[in-house]
């Protein structure tokens, strides 16, 4: 079996880029896969050894020559997903939804280029003709742009694909109900298995980080999803028992979120900082040197933290916002807080308690390391990704992509008379039932008899 892998690889500072480092090797045992990317230099050296890594352009000319069983495109709320769109909409595959809801993202690239148009006739497509006022909305003013969070706008992805995996049931089950006949598959994120733990003292020396300071850290995009605030509220409470402590944001900051200047105005500047983006190693190693990692979140993205899985995997304890996508975690693998307008103050409670019970927080941490081991190993999620193929392949789910609707728009036009003069007699039946069922799987109606 051949697969055509469409992913985001590093230097890319995303999560995702992190996570097919790890997932491409396990699942290479499993399938042959070719990968294809956005246009950059890949600097992942293992990756590049294993792999064909190759620019999107040369896919169709491969997928013509009957190369791939199978497509896999790994998205996520992210431009640089973008380069992807153009192939899930004209050649079908599994999409893994790394995000319930692409709106942001994906009204970003394409207000961002200037095609306002495309941007709201595909919301049309999503939602119907609100989708256009709805984008005319947001297109008016940032007064409307909670809207973007209102409207997942992934309807056409989910419509477009052969089959899709979420990492989550919470959003399996909000897909299947969106697209009650597509293959969806619940497959657990993989999450490599650490052999040897990095000590605290080690992590910390590594990174010049004080030995005796109660170290917080935020991992991953900081993005408003991330309530960026209200963890700097939390820490601003906690400091006025405990002055010793660090809050570090380790990833890359939005751009739209002025999250120095905030932490400026708020005094702690000493006490609060941004690392920007960090290599995979480094992540760990920051991990590794926290007494407690956050996984804050609104309730507006649904997806699964790789962030929070790592950590856990490294036996950190985590405090995460208690939101539906991660209720299938077992108790005792984590502490939560309410998503609420109380959410800081609750916060500053569990930062309290695990600084004033070490024991507690270790105890966390080894149950967090023992689940992620038993449920979230790359080979489980590798073989998810294989039986899912595999159902899909068994199902003949056929979707034709979007070159074939090119050439047919003009079908509905042409009379009968034309259509003769262009096909041979003995061709017109099965012709006829080819494009019959090509049009109407496009959603382009009936089209007319020869």
């Known amino acids: 079996m051949k697969v055509a892998f469409f992913a985001v690889l590093s230097p890319c500072p995303s999560g995702i880029s992190d996570y097919c480092h790890h997932l491409l090797p396990e699942l290479k045992k499993l399938t042959d896969i070719d990968v294809f990317i956005d246009d950059y230099k890949v600097d992942d050296e293992a990756i590049l050894s294993q792999f064909e890594v190759l620019h999107y352009l040369n896919f169709e000319r491969r997928f013509n020559a009957g190369d791939y069983d199978a497509i896999i495109y790994q998205m996520g709320n992210d431009p640089c997903h973008g380069f992807m769109y153009h192939y899930m909409f004209n050649f079908p595959g599994i999409v893994v939804m790394h995000d319930y809801n692409l709106h942001p993202s994906r009204a970003s690239m394409l207000r961002s280029s200037g095609d306002e148009s495309t941007y709201l006739w595909e919301l049309q497509e999503c939602l119907g003709e609100k989708g256009r006022e709805i984008a005319r909305l947001i297109c008016s003013g940032e007064q409307y742009h909670a809207l973007l969070n209102s409207f997942p706008m992934n309807e056409k992805v989910l419509k477009s694909s052969v089959g899709v995996i979420a ?6 089950q909000l897909i299947e109900q969106k697209s009650p006949d597509a293959i969806v598959r619940f497959v657990n ?3 490599p298995k650490r052999k040897r733990l990095l ?16 170290i917080v850290v935020a991992p991953g995009f900081v993005g408003e999803h991330k309530k960026p605030n209200v963890a700097l509220d939390a820490f601003a409470k906690f400091l006025k028992k405990h002055s010793n402590a660090l809050l570090l944001f380790v990833g890359k900051p939005d751009k739209r979120l002025d ?12 006490l609060a900082s941004i690392t920007g983006y960090v290599s995979d190693d480094r992540f760990d190693e920051y991990v590794a040197a926290a007494d407690v990692v956050l996984n804050l979140r609104t309730n507006t993205l649904r997806e699964t933290s790789g962030t929070m899985l790592r950590a856990m995997s490294l036996s ?4 995460s916002t208690r939101l539906l996508q991660n209720m299938h975690l077992p108790d005792g693998v984590c502490l939560w807080v309410e998503h609420s307008t109380d959410e800081a103050d609750e916060l500053a409670l569990r930062l309290e308690s695990l ?8 105890e966390i941490g080894k149950e967090a390391k023992m689940y992620i081991n038993s ?5 489980q999620a590798a073989e998810g990704y294989k039986q899912t193929i595999d159902d899909i392949l068994k199902s003949n789910i056929r979707k034709s992509h979007r070159r074939l609707r090119d050439r047919l728009l003009w079908l509905p036009e042409m009379n009968d008379e034309m259509l003769a003069g ?29």
Request: proline share 8%; glycine share 6%.
């Open 167 to 172: 990492h989550n049931p919470y959003v399996a």
């Open 189 to 191: 994120m993989g999450i």
């Open 199 to 214: 000590k605290k003292a080690n992590a910390r020396r590594a990174l010049n980080l004080p030995l005796g300071k109660f």
């Open 259 to 270: 999250l120095q200047r905030r932490i400026d105005e708020m005094a702690l500047s000493d």
């Open 316 to 319: 950190k304890p985590v405090v």
């Open 355 to 362: 600084w004033s019970n070490p024991k507690m927080g270790d």
């Open 375 to 379: 449920q979230h190993s790359l080979k």
């Open 422 to 450: 262009v096909c041979d007699e003995s061709l017109k039946e099965p012709l006829q039932e080819e494009l019959e069922w090509a049009m109407t799987e496009l959603g382009m109606g009936k089209p007319p008899h020869f």
